[in-house]
């Protein structure tokens, strides 16, 4: 990995160099930010994640407690509003400014709640990244999570900074995607609701 | 495959099993087309199917895996799961070496011969210490490599999620264990119910996740529908995630 960086490195402090200082701090300017998320960042995104996760489930505090932590957490490290939207599929479109905002804020504290009663599994177990690299136009740091009697399994996150900062917005559990489960899920609740994203809001915060 | 499947339209409405087996007697040795999405034309079908699978674990299955997984100590529940894994290798072996991969059949036979002298008859595991953890495959698999395409998803009565493909192939492991080779005709019934037990054993070991799959989703066959298959694409090595989740800013 680092052999990589050092040949994109090199490569533009040749590019730079032939093409005149003035015209070389142009190039490095307009350069640097294209992929201003690295690899060894997008890996200490998801390990700096995982500690949090770790502290908050060895902290002792109640559920109630410790949901309010994952949401902290969900919102310092996912892409929140655009996880909200793909659940939210094709609905999103014709939702209003004032309810994709109500469903983000709903959204968050519903999948907290729900990936955190989850996590409570996790205690004695961990979560160790084994590699990360580039993928599509984004990274995937991949990851071994051992539970507690139970044979190791692949957990997959997909980091990027369309968002502005550096956050994931997916992850891949064995093969399973979470927006794709997400979306069937949330789109199931809609079903029941008529197809009202108010009603669905409401059925969210009640969960 | 649609074309030549129009005309027997009535029998493969009715049946989703025939309609697999007349998948299979059509289908062309070739490279597996890369499955995407959701098949689903037996959905009304399938959900009534997975009500009954429902009706059973809520009543039965789920009841007696919490029981047994309170009561009896951890070691009994995994030694159970580790006798019928044991007992699934030769079948793994055979499908292996089905698919030319002896890499993999050499460890599983590997890991039959340890388990099943070390390991007391299968009991214990100690080839996973020793590095040869199982290398899991199936006639499914087997298909697949072969170029059979995976089919309709098709949820089976008792079993659960499945595909046209995939239940060929469960039905033919079934029908055609090498281990039953090993087993005298009279002691067959402690292998049948040694798999039953190591699956109500599973059922018990992970009850808060298949309780949030099938009874806290709010569609639970649907949830369940996506994760067999990506999870099984993913096992076959056929990662294609939907491209629109493949990038949720492209739009």
């Known amino acids: 990995m680092r052999i990589k960086t050092d040949t994109t490195a090199m490569t533009l402090t040749r590019r730079a160099f032939g093409a005149g200082l003035a015209s070389g701090a142009g190039?490095?300017?307009?350069?640097l930010p294209v992929r201003a998320l690295t690899v060894d960042q997008a890996r200490q995104l998801v390990d700096k994640l995982i500690a949090d996760i770790n502290a908050t489930i060895n902290s002792g505090k109640s559920e109630q407690a410790m949901f309010g932590d994952f949401e902290q957490i969900f919102v310092t490290?996912?892409?929140v509003a655009t996880i909200a939207r793909s659940a939210l599929g094709p609905a999103s479109k014709q939702a209003s400014a004032g309810q994709m905002a109500a469903f983000t804020k709903a959204y968050q504290g519903y999948?907290?709640?729900?990936?955190?009663?989850r996590f409570r599994e996790f205690i004695g177990g961990k979560i160790e990244v084994t590699d990360a690299r580039p993928y599509k136009s984004y990274y995937e740091v991949i990851s071994t999570a051992t539970l507690q009697g139970e044979a190791p399994f692949d957990l997959r996150w997909w980091v990027g900074d369309k968002s502005g900062r550096n956050l994931f917005f997916n992850i891949i559990i064995e093969g399973v995607n979470m927006l794709a489960s997400e979306r069937t899920e949330i789109g199931a609740i809609l079903d029941k609701n008529g197809g009202d994203i108010d009603k669905l809001v409401a059925a969210l915060n009640m969960t | 495959m649609t074309i030549y499947l129009r005309p027997l339209s009535l029998s493969w409405q009715k049946s989703p099993m025939l309609a697999a087996l007349v998948a299979l007697s059509l289908s062309a040795c070739g490279p597996a087309i890369v499955p995407q999405g959701i098949d689903d034309p037996f959905e009304k079908q399938n959900r009534?199917?997975?009500?009954?699978?429902?009706?059973?674990?809520?009543?039965?299955?789920r009841p007696l895996a919490n029981r047994a997984t309170r009561i009896l100590p951890e070691p009994v529940v995994q030694g159970v799961s580790n006798f019928a894994g044991n007992l699934d290798l030769p079948g793994m072996v055979?499908?292996?070496?089905?698919?030319?991969?002896v890499g993999p059949a050499l460890q599983n036979t590997l890991r039959f011969a340890v388990n099943s002298t070390i390991g007391i008859g299968g009991v214990l595991d100690p080839a996973s210490q020793m590095g040869a953890a199982?290398?899991?495959?199936?006639?499914?698999?087997?298909?697949?490599?072969?170029?059979?395409a995976e089919g309709a998803y098709l949820e089976l009565p008792f079993y659960g999620p499945s595909t046209q493909r995939d239940a060929v192939g469960t039905a033919v492991d079934l029908v055609f264990d090498p281990t039953r080779l090993f087993i005298p005709k009279n002691k067959r019934w402690v292998s049948t119910l040694a798999q039953v037990a190591a699956r109500i054993g599973d059922r018990g070991r992970y009850s808060e996740t298949v309780d949030s799959i099938l009874y806290d989703s709010a569609d639970g066959y649907a949830q369940a529908r996506l994760l067999y298959l990506e999870n099984r694409r993913h096992n076959l090595g056929q990662?294609?995630?939907?491209?629109?989740?493949?990038?949720p800013y492209a739009h």
């Open chain 2, 48 to 61: 009534a199917t997975h009500e009954l699978n429902l009706k059973l674990d809520t009543y039965v299955v």
């Open chain 2, 94 to 101: 055979v499908n292996d070496l089905l698919q030319a991969k």
């Open chain 1, 27 to 31: 190039f490095l300017a307009f350069a």
């Open chain 1, 77 to 79: 490290y996912a892409d």
């Open chain 1, 111 to 117: 999948i907290s709640r729900k990936y955190g009663r």
């Open chain 2, 239 to 247: 990662t294609t995630a939907d491209s629109e989740f493949e990038d």
């Open chain 2, 134 to 148: 199982a290398k899991d495959t199936d006639f499914g698999e087997t298909l697949s490599v072969w170029g059979l």
